[in-house]
């Protein structure tokens, strides 16, 4: 089992950016394919990135192409998501996951974060 913990969120700008990151807890972090997830209010749960248990392989949702990045260090036990050219159709709660599988990261991931809010100011 493993618990995630998201910080990093906050009010930004539109054009602005952010880099949120996630801490694992165990050693066993590097076994776990990662990925972020976002949610707006009223709106489906949205995938965001996933990123493969070495960090060799990354998938991001349409709309974030080339502005996010997913990366993550398994040596501190994290993974992080930069965030550039922010919009305000951002702004929502961003959820950090963790499967066993890449393949199930990017729809049922075993494990979830609490959240940490961004929001986008026009």
């Known amino acids: 089992q493993v618990q995630l913990v998201e910080s990093g969120g906050g009010l930004v700008q539109a054009g602005g950016s952010l880099r949120l990151s996630c801490a694992a807890s165990?050693?066993?972090?590097?076994?776990?394919?990662m990925g972020w997830f976002r949610q707006a209010p009223g709106k489906e749960r949205e995938f965001v990135a996933a990123?493969?248990?070495?960090?060799?392989?990354?998938y991001y949702g349409d709309s974030m192409k080339g502005r996010f990045t997913i990366s993550r260090d398994n040596a501190k036990y994290t993974v992080y998501l930069q965030m550039n050219s922010l919009k305000p159709e951002d702004t929502a709660d961003y959820f950090c996951?963790?499967?066993?599988?890449?393949?199930?990261?990017?729809?049922?991931?075993?494990?979830w974060g609490q959240g940490t809010q961004v929001t986008v100011s026009s």
């Open positions: 990123i493969s248990r070495s960090g060799g392989v990354t």
């Open positions: 165990g050693r066993t972090f590097s076994t776990y394919a």
């Open positions: 996951a963790a499967d066993g599988s890449i393949g199930n990261i990017q729809s049922q991931p075993d494990y």
